[in-house]
Nanobody, 123 residues
Framework: QGQLVESGGGLVQAGGSLRLSCAASGRIFNNYDMGWFRQAPGKEREFVGSVSASDTRTEYAESMKARFTISRDNAKNTVLLQMNSLKPEDTAVYYC????????????????WGQGTQVTVSS
């Protein structure tokens, strides 16, 4: 059993919405910054957004900040990624990550990764 478990991916039409979840242990959830990244076939892993361990700071990739929202569900030790107005170019495997990071957009600063969940947006 991984320490980070993503769920919520699937197939959606362009313009639709999906909400991804990342479940973590209490120790990780309460002490680590949490990030979302994605990777499309043939492309490098890309920063999507992040939320600080204190839940006081969120960061987003510029191209996604108007459509995506990250939040913490403290009761469930879960980080959520709400994705609206999805586009075919949002198709990718989405990964949850945890770490004590300085630069939220750098994947190499995160220590723990989930297995990923596939998001496919049809045109």
């Amino acid at each position: 059993q991984g320490q980070l478990v993503e769920s919520g991916g699937g197939l959606v039409q362009a313009g639709g919405s999906l909400r991804l979840s990342c479940a973590a242990s209490g120790r990780i959830f309460n002490n680590y910054d949490m990030g979302w990244f994605r990777q499309a076939p043939g492309k490098e892993r890309e920063f999507v957004g992040s939320v600080s361990a204190s839940d006081t700071r969120t960061e987003y990739a510029e191209s996604m900040k108007a459509r995506f929202t990250i939040s913490r569900d403290n009761a469930k030790n879960t980080v959520l990624l709400q994705m609206n107005s999805l586009k075919p170019e949002d198709t990718a495997v989405y990964y949850c990550a945890a770490g004590r990071v300085w630069n939220y957009a750098r994947a190499d600063e995160y220590d723990l990764w989930g297995q990923g969940t596939q998001v496919t947006v049809s045109s």
